[in-house]
């Protein structure tokens, strides 16, 4: 059994630099896909403690919900709808400072107030799923989130 190990008083940034070599460590030992899915949400919830964090996967053109912490979520979303199947129509990771802002959000929970979604691709570029974290503050992630966790997605798809 491993533990993740942070110092206390990291700045957000500090703490996805800690992760990093964990998180790797962590999935390197393992080659159950859903295995390393579940403990790569799992271990930056230990860290982060968002409201929701979870995977999104496409399925026959839908997004499938996959492991995630968290309340109940929806669990298929459609291409260009909400926030992850914008994210996933238009390839690109979105940040949404105030889910109420952004026109088609889906609310999986009420208390969800800001998000980022980042597209998994396959090693032809094409979208195969989503990160989804939400939290219940309003502009809760921003550029750094954004990078670090594409940066730890590598560990799971590189
Ligand atoms: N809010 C997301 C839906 C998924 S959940 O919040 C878990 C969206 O608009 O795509």
């Known amino acids: 059994m491993q533990h993740l190990s942070l110092e206390i008083g990291l700045s957000k940034e500090e703490k996805y630099q800690a992760l990093l070599p964990q998180m790797s460590a962590l999935l390197a030992g393992e080659t159950d896909v859903i295995a390393n899915q579940a403990n790569f949400i799992a271990a930056l919830q230990e860290v982060f403690h968002w409201w929701w964090l979870g995977f999104y996967f496409v399925k026959e053109n839908e997004l499938v919900l996959g492991p995630f912490q968290g309340p109940v979520a929806c669990t ?76 730890l997605l590598k560990c799971l798809f590189p």
Do not use: M
């Open 76 to 151: 298929r979303i459609q291409k260009g709808k909400g926030v992850c199947g914008t994210a996933w129509f238009k390839n690109q990771p979105i940040l949404v400072p105030d889910v109420e802002a952004f026109p088609g959000h889906i609310a999986c929970s009420a208390y969800s107030k800001s998000e980022i979604v980042i597209p998994i691709h396959n090693n032809v570029g094409e979208v195969i799923g989503v990160l989804d974290a939400d939290s219940e503050y309003l502009n809760h992630f921003d550029e750094i989130d954004k990078r670090y966790l594409q940066e």
